[in-house]
């Protein structure tokens, strides 16, 4: 789907190509996508190749160009909410992770998230902290230190 940085120079100047995992963020908070764009931009294989600022937003985006490696996504957006974008992406990408992050308590509405076909929620709050950590989680690409935040496996 997304165009990303797929190759670094090291020190002897030949690209050597890294495996890199395009995020794509579905906020309506201009300040927490800034904070998603900084938590993500820090690491070296991640990399935010979209945004949306509501669910139908998103939908038309991928749905043109295909799915990144893993969506985040807030529950309360004008248009359409993240549950919603969560229950159409998992019927058109059934493996697709989706991490749902809210401020609402995880108690009220992980099990909502679950049942739309999410496989981790994280709260906002918890987001600086767990963040990173669940988004790999997901991916598959690190073990979990701390799996409070996984909901299902979606592949």
């Known amino acids: 789907m997304c165009i990303h940085k797929n190759?670094?120079?090291?020190?002897?100047?030949?690209?050597?190509?890294?495996?890199?995992?395009?995020?794509?963020?579905?906020?309506?908070?201009?300040?927490?996508?800034q904070g998603y764009r900084m938590l993500i931009d820090?690491?070296?294989?991640?990399?935010?190749?979209?945004?949306?600022?509501?669910?139908?937003?998103?939908l038309?985006?991928?749905?043109?160009?295909?799915?990144p490696d893993l969506v985040i996504t807030d529950i309360s957006m004008k248009r359409m909410n993240g549950l919603e974008l969560?229950?159409?992406?998992?019927?058109?990408?059934?493996?697709?992770?989706?991490?749902?992050?809210?401020?609402?308590?995880?108690?009220?509405?992980a099990q909502a998230a679950r049942e739309a076909g999410a496989g981790g929620y994280v709260q906002k709050?918890?987001?600086?902290?767990?963040g990173i950590g669940a988004i790999r989680c997901l991916l598959g690409v690190e073990p979990c230190k701390?799996?409070?935040h996984l909901l299902q496996r979606p592949w």
């Open 125 to 130: 709050c918890d987001l600086v902290d767990d």
């Open 7 to 33: 190759h670094v120079l090291p020190k002897g100047g030949t690209a050597l190509p890294i495996p890199f995992y395009n995020i794509f963020v579905v906020e309506d908070n201009p300040l927490i996508r």
């Open 86 to 109: 969560t229950k159409y992406l998992h019927e058109l990408w059934p493996k697709l992770p989706i991490l749902v992050s809210s401020t609402y308590e995880r108690y009220r509405y």
């Open 60 to 67: 038309e985006i991928m749905l043109d160009s295909g799915p």
């Open 42 to 58: 820090v690491e070296p294989d991640l990399f935010l190749c979209g945004e949306a600022t509501n669910g139908l937003e998103a």
């Open 146 to 148: 701390e799996c409070s």
